[in-house]
């Protein structure tokens, strides 16, 4: 994660997750998800025979790219437009973490899919995930982001996930120019979407029941509307890779 990209540098690091179905299925399961739910490679937006391999519904996107002069534009210009985010409690319509620890966005993102929606509720009681959301959600932004850099359940199972997948992982204290950002179908039926580098969780629209996040309007106000903005702005590097978080089937 590049500097710009990331918590200050004073802040510690964690190595940062590859973007593998497998270790960020382990992950989640290894703070307290059932087996039945877990992350797919979602190989294409446009080509239906490939989605349709994807298990539905899909709770959540883990959109991950590289970080483009484009995209900080984009970023910059759409929070100058907003408040920082103060919201807590069981009210609000997600639960939000701003980033502090650095090369962990893929752990924020991965965060962001199963604290929310349909996932939230399959957590299994006493995991260390319950714990931690139970103790997150009354916490405003900050003390929220303290509880996760003082969290070693936390750290620990991220540090077990960081040594599997299929390349050799960078250093923690690497600069690495990847980031992640979650599209989250919430229980209220809208597409958010959720970056722990933004003043807060992002609006993106209403979806209907039986529309969720790998629908063709969910990835019009997600994921292309990401390349869209990339696209016009002048990138000429659309790399981007793509899991759903789901149901796992035998």
């Known amino acids: 994660m ?36 877990g992350f797919t490679d979602v190989f294409s937006i446009d080509e239906p025979d490939l989605i349709a391999f994807v298990p539905r519904p899909s709770h959540a996107l883990l959109l991950v790219f590289p970080v483009s002069p484009t995209y900080e534009s984009s970023r910059v210009k ?4 907003l408040s920082e ?46 714990t931690l959301l139970c103790e997150a959600e009354p916490l405003a932004p900050i003390q929220r982001a303290d509880l996760l850099y003082e969290s070693k359940a936390l750290e620990s199972a991220h540090a077990d996930a960081a040594k599997l997948g299929d390349t050799a992982a960078p250093q923690a204290e690497d600069n690495v120019d990847l980031h992640f950002v ?27 029941e039986d529309e969720d996040a790998l629908s063709e309007k969910a990835l019009g106000l997600g994921v292309r509307r990401f390349l869209q903005t990339e696209s016009a702005g002048g990138n000429p590097d659309l790399r981007f890779s793509l899991l759903s978080l789901g149901p796992l089937f035998d």
């Open 2 to 37: 590049a500097d710009h990209a990331d918590a200050p540098n004073t802040n510690k690091a964690f190595v940062p997750l590859e973007n593998n179905p497998e270790v960020m299925t382990h992950l989640i399961h290894q703070l307290g998800l059932p087996p039945t739910i």
């Open 78 to 81: 759409e929070d100058s437009t």
């Open 85 to 130: 985010y103060t919201g807590s409690g069981p009210s609000e319509p997600v639960m939000w973490f701003k980033q502090t620890i650095r090369n962990a966005c893929g752990l924020i993102g991965l965060l962001h899919a199963v604290s929310n929606g349909e996932p939230r509720k399959n957590v299994l009681p006493g995991s260390d995930l319950d």
């Open 182 to 208: 979650a599209f989250v179908k919430g229980l209220d039926g809208r597409l958010w979407e959720l970056d722990g580098r933004r003043k807060g969780p992002l609006d993106r629209g209403q979806l209907a």
